[in-house]
């Protein structure tokens, strides 16, 4: 529940040294978790956190949803000036999951795949346990977490349809930004090669043509025997 607070303590939890582990490992998953991915950090570090949340709310920084009873960050612009914040007050790790998230987009699309494979290993050690982590949806909620960063110039789908199934994650650019759209397909303890060819078998990048023809697929795998992901990135030249 979602409590009012008089206006002379509204800043008394908002502070990156109070509840470090808890606290600010919830403002890491909040600026760079979506969907259901949300709902889990949630659980995890939201005991005992409602003055700060609400503290947020009425700032503005985030809006609340009576019916699913989530807390969000509500556009583009409010992330944004969560980013300049953190940078403000030296959260240190919250700043360099933001560069790291950065790094990761980067390396996608100049076609780095063992810079990617790095890259998404580290989030998957930062974000989840070993244990958790067992199927393509395990997989494509990290992946959520670690390109937040291109939200700031893509639209983000999951479970995209298109041609003859469902993209895993498909990055479409925003108006006016002339990054190629990415389309991602996810692979458990098989290969990244049987990702980039079923991408092309059903014919996902058909939908994605309809926004841009510059496109970018990208092929990931976990290996689940040495617990490391591989990659393979191919821009699209048809059918």
């Not at 985030?62 to 992330?79: G, K, M, T």
């Not at 494979?117 to 244990?131: C, N, Y």
Request: proline content about 3%.
């Amino acid at each position: 529940m979602v409590r009012r607070i008089p206006d002379r303590q509204r800043a008394i939890n908002v502070q990156p040294e109070l509840s470090d582990a808890g606290h600010r490992g919830w403002h890491v998953r909040q600026l760079l978790g979506q969907d259901g991915c949300l709902r889990d950090c949630f659980r995890l570090y939201l005991d005992d956190k409602d003055d700060a949340l609400t503290v947020l709310i009425h700032l503005g920084y985030l809006s609340y949803d009576r019916r699913e009873q989530e807390c969000r960050i509500p556009n583009r612009e409010v992330a944004g000036e969560l980013v300049n914040a953190v940078r403000a007050v030296k959260w240190k790790n919250v700043f360099d999951a933001i560069q790291k998230s950065k790094q990761l987009l980067r390396a996608t699309l100049d076609g780095d795949a063992e810079a990617v494979a790095r890259g998404i290993d580290a989030a998957h050690d930062e974000e989840t346990s070993i244990l958790s982590y067992n199927n393509e949806s395990s997989m494509a909620c990290v992946l959520s977490i670690a390109y937040y960063y291109a939200k700031n110039d893509y639209i983000i789908h999951r479970e995209l349809a298109s041609g003859k199934g469902f993209a895993d994650i498909v990055l479409i650019p925003r108006k006016n930004v002339s990054s190629p759209a990415l389309v991602v397909e996810l692979k458990y303890d098989k290969d990244a090669d049987t990702a980039i060819a079923q991408i092309k078998r059903k014919e996902y990048p058909a939908k994605v043509a309809q926004y841009t023809a510059d496109l970018v697929l990208v092929g990931i795998n976990y290996n689940k025997e040495t617990k490391t992901h591989s990659c393979v990135i191919e821009r699209w030249g048809g059918m």
